[in-house]
């Protein structure tokens, strides 16, 4: 009987232990059923929210596509008004009555060609700014720089301002100018003697190169990476080698189209090619000449380099060997008379072996 009265007490307990748990099932139960209803309804909203957020960005692409069209159709209307324009400005080939459509289209070469060489004109002074600006000045007036750097900041950026100051200040300006009337031979013409500095520049860019070959530039890449460039120094370096090189091609293009009937523009034109043609062949020589060993003068006192080639040179019968033909032609060339230097020069043109 005591052992009845215990297991009856026992399962009176589980039975209370099972109401709890009843108890706390059915509570959990509806807090879950509440829970659900709430994840329910914020899930609505989101999807209510995300439909009329759809139909925002729907309704923003109608509108960019419409006003893009308008914009389109404006720009289209504003090129025919600018072409009837152009077309009624005399002052651009002097007579736009066009004989044919061959000259119409040669005309509307020009002006694109015009327009090419004054925004890549405009690209490169702002090359040359950040040049000048970015990295010398920096270096003349940072506290930071180092010693051996700004001692040698003339080898580094050799006469790149006085070519940044003509560009900027003088070139630029006049192409903008003439940009309507497409008469740029006449501003390379004018401007010849600024061109030369080209020359000075060539011939010190060897020593740049190799100064900073061999230095430590950590300075300039923190000038580098100051003004966001891509490419380091030396890169921006050779930018005005590049472009001396470049405007001849322009200019050949824009003589290609220059209408026969005006003279003068092709006239102005062909001296321009030529004068343009001339400045990088000349910073061409004065980089050859400066790598000639054995003669310690001024090669520029000696006037404009007649030739340069490879020969094959005799002395007093004796053929120079071929290492040092190229020296030998060159230098002996140089250290004649005027008309010694015009002799020889026809001498290399009319055979490859020469007796001096």
Known sequence: MAKLAKFKQSMHQTSGVMDVCHSKYIALSASSNSTLRHIRSAKQNVDTSWTKFSEKIRHAEREIERRYKEELNENNNNNTVRDQTSLQDTSSVGSLDFDNETEHVAFRNT??????????????????????????????????????????????????????????????????????????????????SNFQMYATYCKNKPRSENFLSTTDVSFLAQCQRDINHVLDLRSYLLKPVQRIMKYHLILEKLLKYAPSRNAKRRDELQEALEIMERVPRYANDIIHLMGLEGYNGDFESLGQLLLQENFQVYINGQRKPPSSDLHVSVRYTLQQTSASQSLLSQSFCTGPQVQL
């Open 111 to 192: 002006k694109m060609l015009v327009q090419e060489l004054v925004n890549t004109e405009k690209a490169y002074v702002e090359d040359l700014k950040d040049v000048v600006v970015g990295y010398k000045v920096r270096m003349e007036q940072s506290g930071e720089c180092p010693t051996l750097l700004k001692a040698n900041i003339n080898t580094i950026f050799g006469n790149i301002e006085d070519i940044y100051n003509f560009h900027s200040k003088i070139f630029l300006g006049e192409l903008e100018r003439c940009s309507e009337t497409s008469h740029v031979g006449g501003v390379f013409c004018t401007n010849i």
